[in-house]
Each structure stands twice: as structure tokens, then as C-alpha cells.
């Protein structure tokens, strides 16, 4: 059955491929209206349609993938909860629904409202406002904000006077997304305590059905994706970094096939812990914001662009892709010898690395004047600087670090010891990172440990009360750090999933002692951490790194200095990388010993340079690295004159002949392509009924190559 479904899907969506929004815009804009009845208003964009009704209580009936015309939703729920000085309430929903198996539109006026529910009272339309106040100026594919409409509901409940309760929708032009996020006003003479808001409440179809069975082994909603900004613990991936999405029974569903009622098929969102915090009169509460990304495959790639495209669109900063040199310095004046190799080779941007002989946290002026002097050497090259900092683990003190709940002592932190970040340290670091960033004018940051989730249960740390309200505290100082500094157009590298909330890349995911393996078996492993970590990121969202010294142990086998005498397997390294479009961390005191060496770097550079819009395209995985045969990725966008470019790589000691399998519906082609390899001449080629062309390739032992598709 599924298999069927998918060809299905495949199938209609090769039919009507001027329509897939993944090959081709979308016309139709978002727009926000009320039904000809007046008794629903509706989220419409072309891809999704969402729909409440408006009384006697605001309430989703309507939930559909206007491209497949899948149904979401099988049961009317309340549009969010509250638990408020340890009561619970519900936001909006009706009551009345007897078959929560689906949800016919002529039950809905039969429905009634809970007197102890909040209350619909209006709602506002407006144009979508920024995400963030982002500033660009590196090279990136986007620059441009995401448009769209925001709709906002307003609820209040006649037991609560003064306390406002807004429910927030945002729906985007061209891509079938929602953002929801929820909002508390106090305006009452008194605090209330906010013990935890669940933003999002939603009776799904569910997926398959079993009579007994566990749910954690059940397949969820395959035409849904949520994601919220509140992830974090060093996965360098969202769905092992999520803490919001809690997949759940639903009792009220008597009919379902389970004889335990226990079908996974309701979903709520909010943070396992807190927030925790006492929201004081005139003040007013943000919940995290939950992006919701209809479906319309199980095929793992195109899920994967579907979320890459999410991605370009809502959060443009993460398009930025500056070419960047990983320096180990001991003093100053090696710092400005590599600002002058960048010149020479073509880098845009120098990162003190860890090991550096920077502190940015030591503000004293004599620091301070010294980074601004580097700063304004570089500015005058046309080269961007960034500094490295780390963050978490690491001990601060005994009154600073994380307090262990379960000891109340310090340690057993994520990290083992880690600071506090609403601790007096804490709140001093972020300080020290501003006033770095405002008086050297630095342009990048790499923050190494960002907070990554530890509650602390210290009741001295001024930035939180105590355990309850420590993690939400914590989250919003990292997060309130790092969109300032995206405002201040400061490019953010950081090992933990902050995307939402400012950061512009993340590692590959990759094991650090790796480095230190022969320089043979890191080419390999570097194509496999490529492949393996750019199903859900784009090329910009994630780095790789290559030792040129020594890291994590190792041998001479393991590094490229002196690098003129590893030109070969420098400017492979090099070309895997900048042929996926993943920036790496080349990391040493120098790109360059020789002259030969320096025109390898410049050449390389320069070539990525020429193509690099397409090499900042959405990678189609062909085949992993295993070192037995080819591997491969193929680069699309159709919107370019290159609509593709596919790298192909020969590990083993002999010349290779094969004929190969290119899949070109992606980058927008249909029954020709053009294709040549390197700067040769274009051949025609004609495309199969799935969009692909058969292309015979020649590699030398140990070699690889690379095609231009028009």
C-alpha cells in the first residue's frame, strides 16, 4: 500500500511538474478570508488551506495538503493549553464531536463551547513582519525576507480579567508552511506564574493502525513536518535535537483499531520543562514558534529539499556561505600573513580558531584595540575576521556552574561542568560578546558549546528563580545573544541547532579522533559525512574540516603539512568539499608554503567561485562513499543556466568505466539535457520518462571528475 501511495505521488507529481513547488514557483500568494458563510475564516496559499470556525469558540476544522488533498485532521481540539499558577485551561475548540475517527463539516454547527475554556473575541491580519532583523553582507542565494500573512486570534477568559491570550498563524507565499507561536499579556495588578504553554494541539489522521502494538514503534504522520525553535544537544541534526514534539493518545477516539486506545495520533508542542517563569503585570510572554510543513512523499530526498526549502525561504541567513580559512596564531602578526594569503588565494574570511591566540573574553582596552587593529587590517584586504569562543564545557566556579538537580552540587552537567548561563559568569559572557563585537567590529562568530540544555537548580544565579524556570531562562539568553548579533550582521558558526533564532552553520556531524586517521581514509569519510549530513541542511547550513597540522593525534600520514608536499590530496580534499558546496575548516598557520601550492588554492577557489550558485544548490545523493565503487552527489537548481552539476568520485586502484544514472526532475529538465564534463564541449542527451539521463563516465584510479548540466 504505501509503496502504490508513493508511486502515486511520484507519479502525479511528474505529471503536473509545472505545479511542484519544489521545481517551479508558486503564483498564488497566502491570503487570509472569511467563507461565504462567515462562519470560518481561512489560511490559503495554493499548497495548504486551513480553517476555523469562528463560534461559539475558535476552533480548526479544516486541515489539508491542497496538492494531494490529504486530510489531516480527524477531530476538532482546543487551539493551545495553559497551565497558570498550576491550573490548566484551554485555548478556544469546541465540544461536541462524538466520531473522532473524522469530522464531517455538517456536525460542526451542532458543536458548543466550554464555559472554562478561553474565549475567541477577534482577530487581525497583517502583512508577515521579518523573522529576524537579519543583516547579510556575505555572499548567500538569499537575501530576501520571507512574505506571506500573519493572523492573529485573540482569546480572554471571564475568570482571568486582564490576562490576553494571542494565538499566532503565519502562512508563506510559495511553500506550504505554517509558523504558530503563542503569546501571554498581562495587563491585571498581579504576576501569574506560566508553568508551561503548549502552543500547538492537533487531532491527526493517523498514519497505520495496529490492534496491540507499542506507539514508539508506530509510524507517525508522514504528511506533516513540525520544527521549532527550541532544539539543542550537539546531534547536528533537528530530529535528534527537538525537545517540543510529544506525540500522544487519544482517549476520546473510541473508534480507533487499538484495543488500548493508544495510536499515536495527537500531537502536542511545548518544551518538556517550563517555562516556569512569573510573568509580572504589563509584561508579555513569547511560547516557541512551531513551523508546520505539509508533505506529500515518503521518498527520503525529496522530504529532505522540502525542509531545505523551508529553510531558504523563512530563514535566509543560513543561505550565506562565506569562503573561510580556519588560522591557529600564536601572535598578531601571523594573523595579518594570513589575511594576505587570503587575498592571494581568493578567501573571503579568517576565523581564529580554537587554540588561537585570542580571548574574547578578556575586555580590558589593550585586548580590545589590538582584535580592532586586526579587524581594520582585514576590512581594508576585503577580508571578514571572526574569533573563536567556547561557552560550555568547561568548569567556571562552584557559585557559577550548572547545579545538579539531582546532587545539588555542580558536575553531571551535558557536558560533565558547565556554567550557568543565567549565573553572574553567565550574564557577564554575553555582555563581553556584544562589547567585543560593537568595539573590534569582528564579523564572525564560532561559538563552540552553546547552552545546550542544562537545568540548574541554584537559587543565588540571578538570570533565574531556581530548577522550574532554569532552562527557558537560560534558552532565551542564548537566543536573545544570538539574534543580536544576526541583527548586527555577525555570521554565526555553532555546533547545536540555533537556526531559528540567528546561526548561519553547523557541523557536518562528524568524530573528531577521524582527523587523525591516514589522509586515504579521511577523503572517504569526508564524502560519507557530506552525504550523510546534507539530507535536511543545505551545503551553506553545515561545515567539515580538514587538519592541516596535526589534530586529535595522528601521524604525517594524517595531515598536508608541509603542503607542498601533499598537493594531490590537498586539492581533493578541497574539491569535495567546495564541489558539495560544505565550507571546511582548513585549519593551521597557513593555506599556502609555495607558489605551487598557492595556485592549487587560488585555482580551486577560483573554480568554485564560477560555479558557485550551482554548488550552493540542493544536493541529490547518487551513491555513499563505501570505497568498493563510484560515489557521487548531483547539485539542481532550476532556476539557473546551470540547472545541475554532479561530482563522481573513483576510490579504488583502478581505472574506472561505468555508465551512470543522473535523475534531472529536480533541476527542472524534462525530456533533453545538455552535459559536459569540465569546461568540454555540451552533449545532448535525452531524458527517460522519470526525468533521467544515462551518462557514461571514465575515471582514472584514485580520480574523480565533474559534469556542468544546462
Known amino acids: 500500500m504505501r509503496i502504490w501511495l508513493f508511486s502515486l505521488i511520484i507519479l502525479s507529481t511528474n505529471i503536473l511538474s509545472a505545479q511542484d513547488w519544489l521545481v517551479h514557483p508558486v503564483s498564488s500568494k497566502a491570503k487570509v478570508y472569511e467563507s461565504t458563510s462567515k462562519k470560518d475564516i ?113 482569546f480572554i477568559h471571564p475568570s482571568l480579567p486582564g490576562i490576553e491570550i494571542e494565538v499566532n498563524y503565519e502562512i508563506y507565499d510559495g511553500i506550504p508552511v505554517l ?24 487531532g491527526l489522521v493517523e498514519e497505520e493502525s495496529a490492534v496491540i502494538g507499542a506507539t514508539d514503534q508506530m509510524q507517525k504522520q508522514f504528511g506533516i513536518y513540525f520544527e521549532s525553535n527550541y532544539a539543542f ?80 525561504t523563512i530563514a535566509p541567513w543560513v543561505t550565506a556561505n562565506p569562503i573561510f580559512m580556519h588560522l591557529v596564531s600564536k601572535n598578531d602578526q601571523e594573523v595579518f600573513n594570513a589575511i594576505e594569503q587570503c587575498v592571494a588565494t581568493g578567501y573571503e574570511s579568517l576565523i581564529l580558531s580554537f587554540g588561537s591566540h585570542i580571548n574574547m573574553e578578556d575586555n580590558s582596552a589593550s585586548n580590545l584595540l589590538r582584535c580592532k587593529k586586526m579587524a581594520d587590517y582585514a576590512h581594508k584586504q576585503g577580508i571578514k575576521i571572526g574569533c573563536y569562543s567556547l561557552f560550555s564545557s568547561r568548569k567556571i566556579s562552584e557559585e557559577d556552574d550548572v547545579i545538579n538537580p539531582l546532587t545539588g552540587k555542580t558536575g553531571g552537567a551535558f557536558f560533565g561542568n558547565a556554567p550557568c548561563f543565567g549565573s553572574k559568569w553567565g550574564l557577564a559572557y554575553s555582555q563581553k560578546i556584544k562589547q567585543f563585537y560593537t568595539e573590534t567590529g569582528f564579523d564572525i562568530w564560532e561559538n563552540d558549546g552553546p547552552y545546550p540544555g542544562d537545568r540548574c537548580a ?5 538570570g533565574h528563580k531556581g530548577l522550574e524556570d532554569s532552562q527557558w531562562r537560560q534558552m532565551e539568553i542564548q537566543k536573545e545573544l544570538y539574534r543580536w548579533l544576526n541583527g548586527k550582521g555577525i ?14 552553520k553547523i557541523g557536518l556531524g562528524y568524530r573528531e579522533v577521524n582527523f587523525s586517521l591516514p589522509r586515504e581514509q579521511q577523503k572517504i569519510l569526508n564524502r560519507q559525512n557530506i552525504f550523510d ?26 595531515i598536508l603539512e608541509p603542503l607542498s608536499e601533499h598537493l594531490k590530496d590537498y586539492k581533493q580534499l578541497m574539491m569535495q568539499y567546495y564541489g558539495a558546496g560544505v565550507q571546511a575548516c582548513y585549519r593551521g598557520p597557513r593555506l599556502y608554503d609555495t607558489e605551487a601550492t598557492k595556485k592549487v588554492v587560488a585555482d580551486v577557489v577560483s573554480w568554485y567561485k564560477k560555479y558557485r550558485n550551482i554548488l550552493n544548490g540542493d ?89 556542468v548540466v544546462e
Open 42 to 154: 481561512v489560511l490559503d496559499n495554493g499548497l495548504l488551506q486551513r480553517t476555523f470556525r469562528l463560534r461559539p469558540n475558535l476552533a480548526c476544522v479544516d486541515f489539508k495538503n491542497t496538492t494531494t488533498q490529504q486530510q489531516l485532521l480527524r477531530a476538532v481540539k482546543p487551539e493551545a493549553s495553559l497551565v497558570l499558577n498550576g491550573h490548566t485551561y484551554n485555548i478556544g475548540g469546541l465540544y461536541g464531536q462524538k466520531e473522532n475517527a473524522y469530522l464531517l463539516p455538517e456536525w460542526i454547527d451542532s458543536f458548543t463551547s466550554n464555559n472554562n475554556y478561553f474565549y475567541f473575541t477577534k482577530y487581525e491580519v497583517k502583512d508577515l513582519p521579518p523573522f529576524l532583523n537579519a543583516q547579510l553582507p556575505f555572499w548567500a542565494t538569499n537575501k530576501k525576507n520571507a512574505t506571506g500573512k500573519l493572523v492573529c486570534f485573540h
Open 179 to 202: 509558523a504558530k507561536w503563542v503569546a501571554v499579556k498581562n495587563f491585571s495588578n498581579q504576576s501569574i506564574k506560566i508553568n508551561r504553554v503548549v502552543n500547538e494541539i492537533l
Open 233 to 312: 544537544n550537539n546531534a547536528m541534526r533537528y530530529n535528534l535535537s527537538d525537545q517540543t514534539l510529544h506525540w500522544k493518545e487519544d482517549s476520546l477516539y473510541t473508534s480507533q483499531v487499538n484495543y488500548n486506545y493508544q495510536t499515536p495520533c495527537l500531537v502536542e508542542v511545548y518544551p518538556e520543562y517550563g517555562p516556569g517563569i512569573d510573568l509580572q503585570p504589563k509584561e508579555t510572554f513569547s511560547s516557541i514558534k512551531t513551523f508546520e510543513l505539509l508533505m506529500d512523499s515518503y521518498d527520503r530526498q525529496r522530504r529532505g529539499m522540502a525542509i531545505q526549502k523551508m529553510y531558504r
Open 458 to 462: 541554584s537559587t543565588n544565579h540571578p
Open 491 to 504: 555570521y554565526i558558526n555553532a555546533p547545536d541547532w540555533y537556526f531559528l533564532d540567528g546561526t548561519n
Open 533 to 558: 549530513g546534507t539530507w535536511d541542511k543545505t551545503p551553506s547550513m553545515a561545515w567539515g574540516f580538514v587538519p592541516l597540522t596535526r589534530y586529535q593525534g595522528g601521524g604525517p600520514e594524517a
Open 619 to 707: 544536493i541529490i545523493h547518487l551513491r555513499r562513499a563505501d570505497g568498493r565503487d563510484w560515489d557521487g552527489w548531483l547539485h539542481v537548481d532550476p532556476t539557473l543556466k546551470e540547472k545541475g552539476l554532479f561530482m563522481i568520485f573513483n576510490p579504488t586502484d583502478q581505472e574506472m568505466k561505468r555508465k551512470i544514472t543522473i535523475p534531472l526532475y529536480f533541476a527542472g529538465l524534462k525530456n533533453m539535457a545538455r552535459i559536459r564534463e569540465k569546461e568540454g564541449a555540451l552533449n545532448s542527451y535525452s531524458l527517460n520518462r522519470n526525468h533521467e539521463a544515462e551518462v557514461t563516465i571514465s575515471l582514472p584510479a584514485k580520480g574523480y571528475s565533474w559534469w
